[in-house]
T-cell receptor
């Protein structure tokens, strides 16, 4: 029972480099989410996809893009990484239209931008 | 707008002592409330949730939480803390069929032996 799988687990980038964080879920969930976690700030929503084929901005979307590749996969792309994007990134998923907004989380990707 | 406040950034308790982590929320309608736990280097695990009905809810690992509408609070409790409970705890609020969770800043629990 894999649940939500994120790759890679760790990554170090130089300023200006690009990369894509991958997320896949095997629970047949409709909605998927990307959060970033910074000390003292909890988790903040970057982007989400309510269903396959749709994506919407969250609280902190600047500097990121997303792709909902299919029902299982939701990727997060940093086109030109900046030190301010050093963070821990979490992917989550849930069933849509069903009580009651319970999200399931991956183990996270720890990203450092130098 | 919804918001969640966890007033305590860090809490230290002795093993075997009782624990209460505070959570206050701001939300226009009846909220759906959650507590998640994050062990070091891990993702978030759902401890418990409140949707409606009995205001005292039981969760995993011996945790419970009480919803108090008059105080806009959803405090997490455990009668006897174990060293393995050391982690960061997040309170979150959401609408019933909405798409978004709003998280508090988290409380880091340290357990003294």
């Amino acid at each position: 029972n894999a649940g939500v799988t994120q790759t890679p687990k760790f990554q170090v980038l130089k300023t200006g480099q690009s990369m894509t964080l991958q997320c896949a879920q095997d629970m047949n969930h409709n909605s998927m989410y990307w959060y970033r976690q910074d000390p003292g700030m909890g988790l903040r929503l970057i982007y989400y996809s309510a269903s396959e084929g749709t994506t919407d901005k969250g609280e902190v979307p600047n500097g990121y893009n997303v792709s909902r590749l299919n029902k299982r996969e939701f990727s997060l792309r940093l086109e030109s990484a900046a030190p301010s994007q050093t963070s821990v990134y979490f992917c989550a998923s849930k069933l849509a239209g069903v009580a009651k907004n319970i999200q399931y989380f991956g183990a996270g990707t720890r990203l450092s931008v130098l | 707008a919804q918001s969640v406040t966890q007033p305590d950034i860090h809490i230290t308790v002795s093993e075997g002592a009782s624990l209460e982590l505070r959570c206050n929320y701001s939300y226009g309608a009846t909220p759906y409330l959650f507590w998640y736990v994050q062990s070091p280097g891990q993702g978030l695990q759902l401890l418990l949730k409140y949707f409606s009905g009995d205001t005292l809810v039981q969760g995993i690992k011996g945790f419970e939480a009480e919803f108090k509408r008059s105080q806009s609070s959803f405090n997490l409790r455990k009668p006897s803390v174990h060293w393995s409970d050391a982690a960061e705890y997040f309170c979150a609020v959401a609408p019933e069929y909405g798409n978004k969770l709003v998280f508090g800043a988290g409380t880091i629990l340290r357990v003294k032996s």
